[in-house]
């Protein structure tokens, strides 16, 4: 049986130090205390970059701009129940302080140190892409 594929935007925030902001997932989501990358589900109608501009906002009270975001790279993997394909940007230009929004911990992490972070299995392959390009 076919799963669905979501379609979900992640960005890597990187500070003027090269550290690269993490979302701990919070109590009662799903993968709960696991970390991640900023970002989320686009939405009907919008690109991965204005999903991204959006939930930016949301997440983390910050804004930023389509001209701030570089791909990267891409993840996919399957999940029990879904398939989930995951463009990541790279951003280094913000306005505003990054807050946790919705009962996330925030972290600025170094790129050599992401791996001492337990992520989701789409994450895991883009720790060595990040620690080598930042």
């Not at 996330?104 to 050599?112: F, I, N, P, T, Y």
Request: include cysteine; aromatic fraction near 8%.
């Amino acid at each position: 049986m076919s799963k669905p594929v979501i379609l979900v935007s992640a960005v890597a925030l990187v500070d003027a130090d090269g550290r690269i902001l993490l979302a701990q997932r919070p109590e009662g989501k799903s993968m709960a205390g696991l970390w991640e990358f900023p970002g989320g589900k686009v939405e009907e109608g919008e690109t991965p970059e204005e999903a991204l501009i959006r939930e930016l906002q949301e997440e983390l009270g910050i804004n930023t701009w389509n001209s701030c975001l570089s791909p990267l790279t891409f993840a996919s993997h399957g999940y029990e129940n879904f398939h989930l394909l995951m463009p990541v940007f790279v951003c280094r230009k913000w306005d505003g302080t990054p807050i946790a929004r919705e009962g996330q911990v925030l972290k600025w992490v170094l790129g050599k140190d992401l791996r001492d972070y337990p992520m989701p299995p789409a994450d895991i392959p883009l720790i060595p892409i990040l620690r080598d390009w930042v």
